[in-house]
């Protein structure tokens, strides 16, 4: 009988390798588990909220739109809706694919944005395991991110910036995962890797030099001889010379692709004083570091202030990361640079700390709207890294043996938990209640063009006097197929007498000068009690 049950016993085992692998499978398991609370966030009423759709987002997909409809996939475009910038092509077709499958919408605007978000919280997991080789750490940062106001604002967002964090974060967790194998076609498909960010957004152009960072604190911290070093950085700049070389053929020939849009928000571009110019950077400098823990953006687009960019906790732990770095540095200098967990350390405390520095340059040479957290969006990935780090070093000493004998380590843990849970209500709140909210934020995405294309759906007919090419794109987009009777007309001259006309509020100057050309003007008030509201203005005929 003992015999037949202990068969049986064995037979229901489990086999060992599921044993073996079980820490790992759950790691994937909560890994997936928090992408897909994180693209439940980021994708719950994601046509509504924000409300409207600003003119970027408009303007990007109505080229992309137009580009997919005709059977084209550009690898940038050279004049983005006219406005004489250089926009990378790979989120636009992006949006233009969406946009051609799904209609015209704010929803098919914003769910490439929405996806690569989402697919970011793996990104920046995938980066943090490997900068500190700890699975837990990988979560944490997950976690931050998936909940994190940042995060969640700008995958919301028809906007090309969020494909930074994720490729980048990638990107360097590949680099250092390759050089930590010592295999030089690991590192050589790391750079081709790399070399795909050129197709992103501007601030990624950044990026080399983190590269050149993380490859030159591999070969000091790890002890390479020069020879490994230089073969290595020579199979990582001929692996990100491949993928990104049409790219760079492009510029080649069209060097305004790199300056168009920098000659416009760079202070190096300024015609300043050498002294003035070095003010100012000093200030951004300061700007930029207290977004994440005082005041951010004052743009509603970028940030709902007047918090940080980070909710006060996050900001906590991200200065403790950031000590915490230092004092691991500090620590493998000290003790002679010996090759081992030190080291390890000290190489992903430095790749960390250097990704914040390089990524948030963009912001930093600004010639205006700093702090600017799209332009820094870069740094996304290692903020939550480096925050994600004393939570670890908490649940390590939770997890000592020694520790758990101890009465209050159940406290602690349970504090732990509730802060974080905190901190994550903070954000959402911020977002799904103030932000959505606010009224600020509804004139901010143009609220008020969804609105007149709505009104003019009921009531069959609709003028509207829009007088730049920026805002005309908003409405081109959503009624690129003429579902919405509503007409556009760019001056006072195309005003017809006897006929309606609508106005946006914020176009009082517009209206003031029709009331002096009309004296007899009648205006009134459309689109309910609450704002997006605007203006019907009706010329008597003579």
Sequence with gaps: MTSSLSKTAALNKPPR??????????YWLALFALCGIGLALRLIDLGQLPAGLYRDEAMNALDGLTAVSSGRFPLYFADNYGRGLFQEGLFVNLQGITSFLLGPSALA??????????????????????LFASRTLALIAAGLLAFSYWGINFSRIGFS?????????????LLVWANRSSSVLRVLGAGAFFGLGVYTYAAYRFAPLLAVIILTATWWILRWPLQKGIRFASAFALGATLTSLPFLLAIWREPRILTARAQDVSLLSANLPAAEILERLLTNLSLATGKFFFLGDINIRHNYGPYGVLSPLVALLFAA??????SWIASYIRNGRRVGHASEYALGSVVALSGIIIMTLPEVLSADSVPHSLRSIGSQPFVM??????????????RNPDST????TRWVAGILALLLASAATFDMYRYFVAFRTSEEQRIAFDADLQTMLVQAGEEGVGTLLLPYPQQQAVIRYLNRDGTYPLKLIQGLDDVQLGHPVWLRESDRELLEELSRQHPQLQVSLEGGDEPPTYLEVLVPQK
């Design 109 to 130: 605007a914003r769910l490439p944005a929405a996806l690569i978000g989402a697919v970011g919280i793996i990104s920046v997991a995938f980066m943090a395991r490997q």
């Design 161 to 173: 910036a969020i494909l930074v964090p994720t490729t980048l974060a990638l990107a360097v967790g």
């Design 17 to 26: 390798s599921f044993w073996i692998s079980q820490p790992e499978s759950l």
């Design 405 to 408: 004998k101890k009465a209050g």
């Design 385 to 398: 890294t480096l925050a994600a780090v004393p939570v670890w070093i908490i649940i390590r000493q939770i």
């Design 321 to 326: 990361g950031i000590f915490m770095c230092v």
